[in-house]
């Protein structure tokens, strides 16, 4: 397992966090997503095979834009 952490740009509210861990939980691997739209972070654990293009992906897919936080 590892933890990957991303800064999320778009995020306002509850229905933004909602709208990201529903897309993120569909990826296979995924074992549990913290996201906060008051600090604008998204901590994903999973299975080393999660890939973050995949991730990426599915915050784009929620509507908002994300980058791989160091």
């Known amino acids: 397992m590892t ?3 991303y800064q999320v740009t778009g995020m306002t509210c509850g229905h933004c966090e909602m709208s ?5 939980s569909a990826i296979a691997g995924v074992e549990d997503i913290q996201v906060s739209a008051q600090t ?3 901590v994903v654990t999973g299975a080393d095979s999660v890939q973050d293009a995949d991730i990426l992906a ?12 160091s």
């Open 3 to 5: 933890a990957n952490q």
């Open 20 to 24: 990201i861990r529903e897309e993120v």
């Open 40 to 42: 604008g972070k998204l």
């Open 58 to 69: 599915a915050v784009a897919e929620a509507g908002y834009s994300a980058v791989r936080a």
